[in-house]
């Protein structure tokens, strides 16, 4: 079954604290309050574009939500929750802040029938979340996590590459302590240097340096191998475009990219080839035996893949469409099918080349 999103953006409303990459106006395009009117037009309006076999989610985006005054998440939400009372609507997700998660919240919450959280968590290194303003400490994650479980609402995680003191390192080891919390989603998003924000005043200072799209990537391309692995859903990575979200526009500096996610993962299909190019010695051209809608990770932006390869061994990359499914990759070296591999196999190989 298809899943259809109505997003709702609640832009900073309730938020306690100005993090220092933050600025919501620009990230969301949206710059007013929302009211219980505006929230039932968007709904309305939505429906009206979504097949009616689609399962259906209401998401409550861009602010901590659970900061609000409490009558107005009331009011917001018993909108929501009359389309799920009726069928309509599946399910209802909203964002918040790791510390403003309590036994208070969650039953309310569960009266309305929200059904997942996302946790705007960014980082579990103690300097990173200082270093950055927000105002939340570990503790405060591994706290909120377990309560949400408790209460059986489903947990969402976001995270955050190249914040201000970021390494590779602590990046990974953010990425272990998201598993060790089990949680149902995660995004993962690079830092990017949006206008009137902290960072742009410490970029301006000299006092900070962006990640390289190409240093994000080989970070990224790491956390997304042991998410994927874990069985972890990963339902984004790199933040969405919009008119603002542009670098040169609203965006100063940072690894912007609109197909973010597809060069990560095209990435991480060229280190397995070349792994395989090393493994079997091979010096023809290399067949990939391909589902259509992996054409392109296969091959990569621009086709980088196939240049670099050519560049490194003198070998062409070339991809072949297959009925396989789409979890699948077949492999013909030397001229000889040597086999196919699930993607699975592919992160658990990838997850000793990158030595994680």
């Known amino acids: 079954m298809k899943k259809r999103i109505i997003p709702i953006f609640v832009p900073h409303r309730g938020c306690p604290h100005d993090c220092i990459f933050c600025n919501q106006k620009k990230i969301t395009g949206v710059s007013t309050d929302i009211t219980s009117e505006n929230v039932r037009n ?48 599946d399910d209802i997700r909203m964002s ?20 997942i959280i996302e946790l705007g968590v960014q980082s579990l290194d103690e300097k990173v979340l200082i270093d950055s303003v927000r105002g939340h ?52 998003y690079p830092t990017l240097v949006v206008k009137e924000t902290g960072l742009e005043k410490l970029l301006n200072e000299g006092k900070y340096n962006s990640f390289t799209l190409e240093k994000s990537i080989d970070i990224v391309k790491k956390v997304l191998v042991l998410f994927y ?20 526009k609203e965006v100063l500096a940072g690894p912007y990219h609109p197909a973010y996610r597809e060069l990560v993962e095209s990435k991480m299909y060229g280190d397995y080839i070349e792994y395989l190019i090393g493994k079997y010695n091979v010096k023809k051209d290399v067949v990939v035996l391909v589902n259509k809608k992996n054409v392109s990770r296969i091959l990569g ?13 003198n070998i062409l990359l070339k991809t072949k469409e297959d009925n396989l499914n789409i979890n699948e990759l077949g492999f013909i070296i030397d001229n000889e099918k040597v086999i196919n591999f699930d993607v699975n196999d592919i992160y658990m190989r990838l997850k000793d080349i990158y030595s994680l």
């Open 42 to 89: 968007i709904i309305e309006e939505y429906l009206t574009t979504i097949d009616k076999d689609a399962s259906i989610e209401i998401a409550f985006f861009g602010g901590s939500f659970t900061a609000i005054d409490m009558d107005i998440q009331r009011g917001l939400l018993s909108v929501a929750k009359e389309y799920v009372d009726k069928n309509i609507v």
């Open 96 to 115: 918040t802040r790791p510390d403003c998660i309590n036994d208070e919240i969650l039953t309310m919450l569960k009266e309305y029938k929200v059904s």
């Open 137 to 188: 400490s570990d503790e405060d994650v591994f706290k909120s996590s377990k309560l949400i479980k408790e209460y059986g609402i489903k947990l969402g995680l976001q995270m955050m590459v190249g914040l201000p003191s970021d390494t590779e390192e602590k990046c990974i080891k953010t990425a272990n302590k998201f598993i060790e919390l089990k949680p149902d989603c995660v995004r993962v």
């Open 229 to 248: 692995i874990n069985n972890i859903n990963v339902i984004r990575v790199g933040l969405q475009a919009t008119e603002d979200i542009a670098i040169g």
């Open 301 to 313: 932006n621009k086709k980088s893949n196939v240049k670099k390869i050519k560049e490194k061994y």
